[in-house]
């Protein structure tokens, strides 16, 4: 038999986009709703195997019932922005598991999977799944139609036949619509006759059976109640006509063009990575794909170095112009280097010559040339990730230097949202020779293996061949892009910095530590007390189960919502049960300092490196496309700092010498200075050259007050619109910041630009610029591409349009402090102090400074940084020292 599956596109998303917190990847896209969408696709293909699948759209706001009631869904919000521009998104992700999914002007999804369900039922031989949020749609549901309503959220699904719907409601699936036409639906905003709510209806349904005959009986029922029926019998007989679902829409589809054959991989595992899913690739074992698009694999004459061959490759290193340095493991920190690749080019028709050196012939003491040779300046060459090569042989004892390009560096900045920056994805892009993907060479999570010595070596070799081939076409790019001085002068001595401070590492008290983790402890115990004292029992606080039985049963707390295990009790629903019981902050204060032990205290202490007693995080250089810096292993940019408690954490980090200081630099407010430089808006630029508090000067001009008049929740108002600015917030989600209406936060957004019309200004500006150039840029020249910027749909545009705005911003502010970086690395060098940058957290740098040059570097550190860019507002920055990091701010 048959099976299709019709899921109602836009329920499911909305479910989807309210169940779960904002998600978005690293381009800044939002992806909750599409995430939450693709759990659920996966669910359905995994538990119901279809033969055929359709997801149902609406097309429109308009459509045929808005032609007989104009208040047709007239009550409801406006769509928020952080999920109109997911909508797009999703049609593309249907698009990449090969589903197809339709919608036409005028008829809403309800309709066309009406239309369907009908067709199919008449077809004969079709089982049907209806999955939507609708309770709408049990009026289709028949022997062959059943109707998968989701429940909390999209997390769990109850399924209805006619059955299921008689046992729960006494109804058939037709009286659905007369059960809707009595008591209306305010989601619809579909009247009904008020007062009736669904226990009434019911109880009318199950004596009259109809609405004709409730209305026809109106003068038999009793009381206010049948002169509330007499009197709204239109409203009832039209709300009726609004919840019919039609059944025949014009649907253009053969019952082929539904089939589903399953998904391909490559395009699956595209859609994953551009969205960064990266659970849902490692649950289905999606490979990164090959290199489609790239050229032919090119003839290369590669040599296995060996002890006995060695002299072959010392002869050829004048020649050499390419390397690839190959470290298995994801942290360079602790990588296994298998060898390096090195790659000479030939003379006009001859093939390039490659040698492969296994890392143990290279380590040999007859190798001593080959390593003063990577040691050396005097060469250039090209290879694919120096920062991470720099860093694996750094651990072995050998230094690499004398590197001209960077062929990752360079794709990143000229596509900053490609997810292909693989050796074989950059290859596809740029049409050189093919080189096959690391996971079809080596295999990935438990297949992983490294492969055979002749395998190994050929592989290494066209990845030396690669990177040279790439470089050639990325150098013309970026000078065709005006890229070329932020890649030579910022980005590439940018890597060999981060390198120096990672391997430098900063030092942990673990000691500190652990008595910190001890006294975490004694709170939780004091805490845990407390809540028991509160209801008068001991029970599991981690447990969700036994929770919700304490809030919601015993305590009887109202019920906020529920999940497939029973009560949630996730933050949202614990901070507005908050007010009702004291016992709900203790939990709240609980949660904050169990995970701060486990997340940061334990999770620190496995970072310690033994041999060195530092933690050694990596900067990544190429992830986000607004050009910021991420940290991992650890993740030392995300130590909660807002809470005195995780500020507590910095303790642990001091300087690794006797004597020494940690000192801090901060920039002050960076991004909202390049925002008052780049909108040249007359009263930011005034706020900041006249040194005020931006956030107070904020509130004064939004809200018509003087500097006295302004209070703690309007400055508190005031700075979240002044950063929210700067990434683009809607009024969801300012609303959702500040805990106010929609309505609110739009009137507080408008009051701002009324003031501020140099930003309003910019913002339209920089729009129109990014249509007509398709790109916008930051001062240094960084580009950010925005194809979608003259897209027809209207989803897509705004989201482009609202990275048009902040990219230039955000991305210029990590412009300045990675030029800071640069730039105080070669002071540091030229004044020839002890002192160490250790680490960059967001807009800070971190110092470990002898006594002896604390003044001298507390002059030099807001020296360098303030004078990275030259700005129309001066660079602030505040610098602290002190014995550890916390003293140090």
Known sequence: MSKLILIDGNSIAYRAFFALPLLSNSKGLHTNAVFGFTTMLLKLLEEQQPTH???????????????????????????????????????????SFGIRHFELDGYEADDIIGTLTRIADEKGGIDVTVVTGDKDMLQLASDRVHIALTRKGISEIELFDPAYIHEKYGIKPKQIIDLKGLMGDASDNIPGIPGVGEKTALKLLHEYGSVEQVLENAAQIKGKMGEKVSAHADDARMSKELATIYREVPVDLSWDELAYQGYEEQ?????????????????????????????????????EVTAANLDKLVQALPLVKALHVEAIGDNPHHSEVLGIAFCAPGETDDAAACYYAPFQVLQAEAAAGVREWLAS??????????HRSVVALAWQGIELRGVAFDVLLAGYLLDPTESALTLSGLAARYGVPAVQADEDVFGKGAKFQVPA??????????????????????????????????????????????????????????????????????????????????????????SPKQLGDILFEKLQLPVVKKTKTGYSTDAEVLEKLEPYHPMVGHILNYRTLAKLQSTYVEGLLKEVSPGTGKVHTYYRQTIAATGRLSSQYPNLQNIPIRLEEGRKIRKVFVPSEPGWRILTADYSQIELRVLAHISQDAKLIEAFQNNMDIHTKTAMDVFGVSEDGVDANMRRQAKAVNFGIVYGISDYGLSQNLNITRKEAASFIEQYFAVFQGVRGYMDDIVKKARQDGYVTTLLQRRRYLPEITASNFNLRSFAERTAMNTPIQGTAADIIKLAMVQMDERMRREGVRSRMLLQVHDELVFEVPEDELERMKAIVPEVMEGALKLDVPLKVDVDAGVNWYEAK
């Open 53 to 95: 699948f359709l997801v149902a759209f609406d097309a429109g706001k308009a459509t045929f019932r808005h032609k007989g009631y104009s208040e047709y869904k007239g009550g409801r919000e406006k769509t928020p922005p952080e999920l109109s521009e997911q909508f797009p998104v999703l049609r593309e992700l249907l698009g």
């Open 267 to 303: 395009p699956l595992g595209d859609m994953f990575r551009k969205l960064e899913f990266k659970s849902l690739i490692e649950r289905l074992g999606l490979s990164s794909g090959g290199a489609a698009g790239a050229a032919e694999e090119e003839a290369l004459e590669i040599t």
């Open 377 to 386: 300046d005097s060469k250039s060459v090209s290879l694919y990730d120096l």
């Open 453 to 542: 010595a002749d395998v190994l070596a050929g592989f290494m070799g066209r990845k030396a061949a690669a990177a040279y081939n790439l470089a050639a076409k990325q150098m013309e790019a970026l000078e065709e892009s005006d890229m070329h001085s932020l890649f030579y002068e910022l980005e590439q001595p940018l890597a060999h910095v981060l390198a120096a401070m990672e391997r430098q590492g900063i030092k942990v008290d673990a000691e500190e530590l652990k008595a910190y983790g001890a006294e975490l402890g004694k709170q939780l115990d004091v805490i845990m007390q407390s809540i028991y004292d509160a209801v008068g029992m001991e029970f599991n606080i981690n």
